[in-house]
């Protein structure tokens, strides 16, 4: 599932199949439980586990329209470029080791 601040935000509902199986620690057709070994066994040790296709991310034929792409795009660059300056300003200033 994709969210966007704009045009599919996240909300509760979304997570209360996660938090019913949190609680009860059961899996369910979205949320799995995998061993350790079963992680370890994978390529990469990735926890990048998917076993649910979003067709929405293959059929081209029903993207969002042109303008609501432009928009998500723009809110994710707009994000990433406010985390980037955060992580500037933490920096030590590069002329103090000239």
Not at 52 to 75: F, G, V, W
Request: proline share 3%; hydrophobic share 35%; glycine share 4%.
């Amino acid at each position: 599932m994709n969210f966007t601040l704009v045009t599919n935000t996240l909300n509760e509902s979304h997570l209360q199949d996660f938090i019913e199986c949190y609680d009860k620690r059961r899996g369910t057709e979205r949320f799995k439980k995998y061993s350790c070994e079963e992680i370890l066994a994978r390529d990469k040790t990735s926890l990048d586990i998917t076993w649910i296709k979003d067709a929405s991310l293959t059929d081209l034929e029903n993207l969002p329209e042109p303008q609501i792409l432009a928009a998500s795009i723009i809110e994710n660059l707009e994000e990433a470029l406010l985390t980037f300056r955060g992580v500037e300003e933490g920096l030590p200033d590069a002329r103090q080791f000239d």
